[in-house]
Nanobody, 122 residues
Framework: QVQLVESGGGLVQAGGSLRLSCVASGRTFSTSVMGWFRQAPGKEREFVAAITWSSGRTRYADSVKGRFTISRDNAKNTVYLQINSLKPEDTATYYC???????????????WGQGTQVTVSS
């Protein structure tokens, strides 16, 4: 099993920034990719970004390219999501996920965190 704990969410004004963190523990060697997803009220969960532990290769949703940056610290088993120029439409619960493929499909990820809330006020 892999446990994922997110943190860093909060209430921020439009135009501000946040850095989300996700700490992985347990059988982390069984996974090779970490991803971030988000789900806004009344909407489906959507892919945001993903990164491989080994090479740091990344993928982003088109809607966040240029504003979101995913990174990882292998020594700390931690993945980060830097969010800049926040918009009200970024309001959502952000989830960290772990899997084996660098893909955009949520069902490919085996482990999920509880989520951290990001609220952007206009």
């Amino acid at each position: 099993q892999v446990q994922l704990v997110e943190s860093g969410g909060g209430l921020v004004q439009a135009g501000g920034s946040l850095r989300l963190s996700c700490v992985a523990s347990g059988r982390t060697f069984s996974t090779s990719v970490m991803g971030w997803f988000r789900q806004a009220p009344g909407k489906e969960r959507e892919f945001v970004a993903a990164i491989t532990w080994s090479s740091g290769r990344t993928r982003y949703a088109d809607s966040v390219k240029g504003r979101f940056t995913i990174s990882r610290d292998n020594a700390k088993n931690t993945v980060y999501l830097q969010i800049n120029s926040l918009k009200p439409e970024d309001t959502a619960t952000y989830y960290c996920a772990a899997g084996r493929l660098l893909v955009l499909v949520g069902t490919a990820y085996e482990y999920w965190g509880q989520g951290t809330q990001v609220t952007v006020s206009s």
